[in-house]
């Protein structure tokens, strides 16, 4: 089965930095889109960052120009560099991606992991 493992998150400082990895094991092709997610306590879950099949990539206001989102294919891994983190970065993040078996052939159910905290202390 497919799976996805999110890593890479810790306790901080306000104005400090974390990278978080996205690792998508399993019999698939290649990782189509793919997103990162955050849920702070007492809050729904939220779209961080994302990014398309084509590479286009989005960002939730509150994140433009701290965060960036990328993607390597030949490793069918996914990362979310955080820069300045606020304590308002604080909560859970979740990678979803989107993959496809073989070329031309998408799975229909994207995949969630299981999620990693990130709380910053200001």
């Known amino acids: 089965q497919v799976q996805v493992v999110e890593s890479g998150g810790g306790l901080v400082q306000a104005g400090g930095s974390l990278r978080l990895s996205c690792a998508v094991t399993?019999?698939?092709?290649?990782?189509?889109?793919m997103g990162w997610y955050r849920q702070a306590p007492g809050k729904q879950r939220e779209l961080v960052a994302g990014?398309?099949?084509?590479?286009?990539?989005n960002y939730a206001d509150s994140v433009k120009g701290r965060f960036t989102i990328s993607r390597d294919n030949a490793k069918s891994m996914g990362y979310l560099q955080m820069n300045s983190l606020k304590a308002e970065d604080t909560g859970a993040y979740y990678c979803?991606?989107?993959?496809?078996?073989?070329?031309?052939?998408?799975?229909?159910?994207?995949?969630w992991g299981q999620g990693t905290q990130v709380t910053v202390s200001s």
């Open positions: 979803n991606a989107n993959v496809s078996s073989s070329a031309g052939y998408y799975l229909p159910t994207p995949y």
């Open positions: 399993g019999r698939i092709f290649r990782i189509n889109a």
């Open positions: 990014i398309t099949s084509g590479g286009s990539t």
